[in-house]
């Protein structure tokens, strides 16, 4: 039968999802919930739309409008992830769904198309230059031997850094407390000069992944210090939203986070991957990413424009935002929180 394509609803979601885990390309970032989670979060339309031959799932492609006024008007596959574009069980499935796409983008008068993937562009497609990356590899099977554990998964300096933090008293828990993940990770990203997500938006995530979802925070004289938000998809971790206070640095309180979240990974949930998601290259993440034996891997931001678009240029290595970085940078934490929302919504 000829494929047809569809958009998401209630009833087409659980299809939608099994397809997603079924196939090797679905990733965490191509469930359904995203797209309720972006709508409530940020206020974007979502256009999610699947492909259908013989009444089965047989290709999705999430897609999301980002438009606002200070950052353009981008049709994008998928804001806020790591990972998007379509997957597809058949190359018929796959160009039907780049046609709605093609489609969409015309129908709805935007000037630029985007899949993030990990492939490179396919053809009448532009490709920017390489700019973030993803950083991922096998977890060592976890044995509950300490020593042995970090040896086979973390380099010796780390290694060194997770003991010699242990003299701090530090103390990590995993739950799901939104709000100790929020206070860290508001001031790690003011530090940075970078706007806050609303704090909505992560109770909105853990409350849509309920099973794949949950906080570990580092915690030091009853205060946190480091606290990172993690997703859990086919034996995978991804601990995705994560910061520290300027403190946490010379605790060490990041080596001791992010190992306490491979180590549970491998042990309560059998996971076999660490997902280290995105950074630029050149940045802080990205050094403190590779120092954990991490090899970047680049992904591939591809575009479709419309005469005389060009391709977005909204990251923080664009000169033009050098003094709003700077100035962000001094705010008073509760300003920035207030402020950052509303800007961060075309910054995905």
């Not at 909105?204 to 205060?223: C, I, K, N, Y």
């Not at 010379?250 to 660490?274: C, I, K, N, P």
Request: proline share 7%; with cysteine; net charge positive.
């Amino acid at each position: 039968m000829t494929v047809r394509i569809r958009p998401l609803d209630a009833a087409t979601a659980p299809a939608w999802d099994a397809f997603v885990r079924r196939v090797p390309e679905g990733s965490f970032f191509h469930l359904s919930a995203w797209a309720r989670v972006i709508a409530e979060s940020f206020g974007h339309a979502t256009h999610y739309a699947f492909a259908e031959q013989d009444g089965a799932v047989v290709g999705v492609l999430p897609l999301v409008r980002m438009k606002t006024m200070l950052f353009g008007d981008l049709l994008a596959s998928t804001p806020y992830c790591v990972y998007g574009g379509a997957i597809a069980a058949s190359v018929e499935a796959a160009e039907a769904l780049e046609a709605h796409a093609i489609n969409l983008q015309a129908k709805l008068r935007v000037p630029c198309l985007e899949y993030r993937r990990l492939g490179v562009a396919d053809p009448g497609w532009v490709e920017r230059p390489a700019l973030y990356y993803t950083f991922r590899k096998p977890i060592v099977a976890i044995t509950g031997d300490e020593g042995k554990d970090m040896a086979a998964n973390i380099p010796r300096k780390q290694r060194a850094e997770v003991r010699k933090a242990a003299k701090h008293g530090l103390v990590t828990r995993t739950d799901r407390d939104v709000d100790a993940l929020f206070a860290v990770y508001a001031e790690s990203v003011r530090n940075l000069g970078s706007p806050v997500f609303p704090k909505r938006y992560f109770r909105s995530l853990l409350d849509a992944f309920p099973e794949e979802s949950d906080v570990t925070t580092v915690m030091h004289e009853g205060r946190p210090v480091s606290s990172v938000l993690s997703f859990h998809f086919k034996q995978e971790v991804l601990p995705y939203y994560g910061g520290g206070t300027r403190q946490a640095r010379g605790l060490a309180a990041a080596d001791v986070m992010y190992w306490e979240v491979m180590r549970r990974a491998g042990q309560d949930r059998g996971a076999t991957s660490f997902d280290f998601g995105r950074s630029k290259s050149g940045t802080g993440a990205f050094s403190f990413k590779k120092n954990w034996g991490f090899e970047p891997e680049q992904l591939h931001y591809c575009y479709r424009l419309a005469p005389g678009a060009a391709v977005p240029d909204n990251n923080p290595n664009n000169p033009k935002y050098r003094y709003f970085i700077a100035g962000w940078k001094r705010l008073p934490l509760p300003v920035a929180n207030a402020i950052g929302p509303y800007l961060v919504r075309g910054l995905g």
